[in-house]
Nanobody
Framework: QVQLVESGGGSVQPGGSLVLSCGGS????????IGWFRQAPGKEREWITC??????????NIADSVKGRFNISRDNAKNTVYLQMNSLKPEDTGVYYC?????????????????WGQGTQVTVSS
């Protein structure tokens, strides 16, 4: 069964850090471009970052709103993609989703992604 599972969410104070994990089950993540999206309360889900398919090479794209604070990476041996989030702000609060796109290049739109995780909650508050 093909499945994506996010983990690592939680509550953190402004300026803090979290690492989210996106684990693949039933399929190899390195054959897919993997994106992270988030949905803030009362807002539409938005794309924040993506990493291209391995093993030719991995190139990351990242939204301006998180550039310089968030970083996406892969560990193919663990079939996992990570989202390192630093200098978190209250506006980073939301449900974070990972998604897999059956292509080499990243996509910026939800419809381009084939598989989705269930989401993990991130809350940034003092």
């Amino acid at each position: 069964q093909v499945q994506l599972v996010e983990s690592g969410g939680g509550s953190v104070q402004p300026g803090g850090s979290l690492v989210l994990s996106c684990g693949g089950s039933g399929f190899p993540l390195d054959e897919y471009a993997i994106g992270w999206f988030r949905q803030a309360p009362g807002k539409e889900r938005e794309w924040i970052t993506c990493i291209t398919r391995s093993p030719v090479g991995s190139h990351a794209n990242i939204a301006d709103s998180v550039k310089g604070r968030f970083n996406i990476s892969r560990d193919n041996a663990k079939n996992t993609v990570y989202l390192q989030m630093n200098s978190l702000k209250p506006e980073d609060t939301g449900v974070y989703y990972c998604a897999a796109r059956n292509a080499y290049y990243c996509g910026l739109q939800e419809y381009e992604y084939l598989y989705w995780g269930q989401g993990t909650q991130v809350t940034v508050s003092s």
